[in-house]
C-alpha cells in the first residue's frame, strides 16, 4: 500500500503521525511511505531519520495526498486540505465530528473513507488510540492550569501546592477517565486538594484505591459539580462519551459563583467542551476571561509537547496501521472488531452514532458493511 504523511499544519500543531521506527516496519512489509520534507522536525525528528527507516521524502504536499491510498495524520484536515480528500482514499486519524460539521458533510461529500483514532474501541469500552494523549492531556492540564493561575498571566496568584500556614490550592477535575485521573494525579503531586466528579461508582472506587485516598471522588450531580466549583482554585473538564457530543456540565452561572481569577482548563473541547462558555483557542491564544475566570480551552493540548506526543501515538496506532495496510480497511475492521467500530464514513455514508445524533444526521450500521 502507499501511505502518506503530509506535515500538520493546525495551529501550533507540532506532532507528526509516525516514528522513524514505524516507517521501517511499515516498509520492510512491503508498503510505500512518504513523509512530507519537515513534517517530524517539530518533534525533534529530521528527514534523514525517515529516510534510513525507508521512507521517501516528499516536498510537494498535493502529489503526496494525490499518489497516496491511505493517509496518516494526527488532527483532523482543516479547510485549506479539503480539497485534497477523494473518494476511495483512506484516513486514519483524530477526527471528533461530534463538534465539526463542516469536516463531517466533507467527508461523506468526497466519500472519503475515514477512521478516526479516538472511536476505536475494544470490547470492554476501552479507547486505546484515545487513551495515550488523554493521558499528556491530563497531565497538562494541571501543569497549564498551575500556569494560568499566576497573577502575571490574569491568575488569582494561587500556589497549588500553598505553604506552610497557608491553604492549598482546591482543584476539581470533572470525569475520572484516564484525561481526569492523570490531571487528578498531576495536581496532587503538586500539593493541591483534589476531588474527582465522576458518575461510575466503580470508577470511584478505583480512583480512591490507586491513589491511596489522596485524592477524593464525589458523585457527579448538579447541585454538587456548582457547589464545588465555587470553592475551587482550577476546574479541569475532562468528561468523554466517545464519538459523542460533550454535555456541558459548568454553566456561565456557576462560573459567576466562582473565585476571581480562578482558572478552568476544558480537556474536552475537542468534543464541543463541558463548560458552557468554552470556545476552542490556540497555543498562540490559550486563553480568555469570563466573569472574571480564566478560560484555557486549546483544541490540542498534547502537540505543546509534541516529541512525547508523537512517541506515544505511535506506540499506539502502529498495530493498526499495519493491518490497515497489510488487509486493506475493509479486511483490517472486519478481523479487528474494534477497528471497526472506528469506521466514521465510507462512501458517502456516516457510521458513528454519536456523530448522527450530535450533528442531526443518519448513520448506518457499520456491522451490516463489514459482514
Known amino acids: 500500500m502507499r501511505i502518506g504523511v503530509p506535515a500538520e499544519i493546525k495551529n501550533n500543531e507540532f506532532r507528526v503521525a509516525i516514528t522513524p521506527s514505524g516507517v521501517h516496519a511499515l516498509t520492510r512489509r512491503g508498503h510505500e511511505v512518504t513523509v512530507q520534507a519537515g ?79 479516538e472511536t476505536v474501541a475494544t470490547d470492554a469500552g476501552a479507547l486505546p488510540l484515545l487513551a495515550p494523549m488523554s493521558e499528556i492531556a491530563g497531565r497538562l492540564a494541571a501543569q497549564v492550569g498551575a500556569d494560568c493561575l499566576l497573577r502575571p498571566h490574569g491568575g488569582a496568584g494561587v500556589l497549588l501546592g500553598g505553604a506552610a500556614g497557608v491553604r492549598r490550592g482546591d482543584v476539581v477535575v470533572l470525569g475520572g ?134 512517541y506515544a501515538l505511535t506506540n499506539a496506532t502502529l498495530t493498526y496501521a499495519l493491518a490497515l495496510a497489510d488487509d486493506g480497511w475493509r479486511g483490517a475492521c472486519r478481523a479487528r472488531a474494534e477497528l471497526g467500530r472506528g469506521l466514521s464514513t465510507h462512501d458517502g455514508v456516516l457510521y458513528t452514532e454519536g456523530v448522527g445524533r450530535a450533528l442531526g444526521l443518519e448513520t448506518a450500521d457499520a456491522a451490516a458493511l463489514l459482514a
Open 39 to 117: 513534517a517530524g522536525a517539530g518533534s525533534g525528528i529530521d528527514d534523514g531519520e525517515y529516510a534510513a527507516a525507508g521512507a521517501a521524502i516528499g516536498d510537494d504536499v498535493e502529489a503526496l495526498w494525490a499518489d497516496s491510498e491511505m493517509i496518516l495524520k494526527v488532527k483532523e484536515p482543516v479547510e485549506s486540505e479539503y480539497r485534497f480528500l477523494r473518494p476511495g482514499l483512506v484516513l486514519f486519524t483524530y477526527l471528533h465530528l461530534a463538534a465539526d460539521r463542516p469536516l463531517t458533510e466533507e467527508l461523506l461529500a468526497r466519500r472519503v473513507t475515514s477512521i478516526a483514532y
Open 177 to 310: 477517565g484516564t484525561a481526569g485521573l492523570a490531571a487528578a494525579r498531576v495536581s496532587a503531586g503538586m500539593g493541591a486538594d483534589v476531588t474527582v466528579f465522576d458518575v461510575a461508582p466503580a470508577r470511584m472506587r478505583h480512583i480512591e484505591e490507586v491513589t491511596g485516598g489522596a485524592i477524593r471522588t464525589r458523585l457527579s450531580t448538579e447541585l454538587d459539580v456548582a457547589r464545588a466549583c465555587a470553592g475551587a482554585d482550577l476546574v479541569i473538564g475532562a468528561v468523554l462519551v466517545p464519538g459523542a457530543r460533550t454535555p456541558r456540565l459548568v454553566t456561565r452561572e456557576m462560573v459567576r459563583a466562582m473565585r476571581p481569577g480562578s482558572v478552568l482548563v476544558d480537556i474536552a473541547i475537542d468534543q464541543g467542551g463541558c463548560f458552557e462558555d468554552s470556545r476552542p483557542t490556540t497555543h498562540s491564544e490559550p486563553t480568555f476571561e469570563v466573569e472574571g475566570s480564566i478560560f484555557y480551552c486549546v483544541a490540542n493540548m498534547p502537540g505543546a509537547v509534541p516529541h512525547t506526543s508523537t
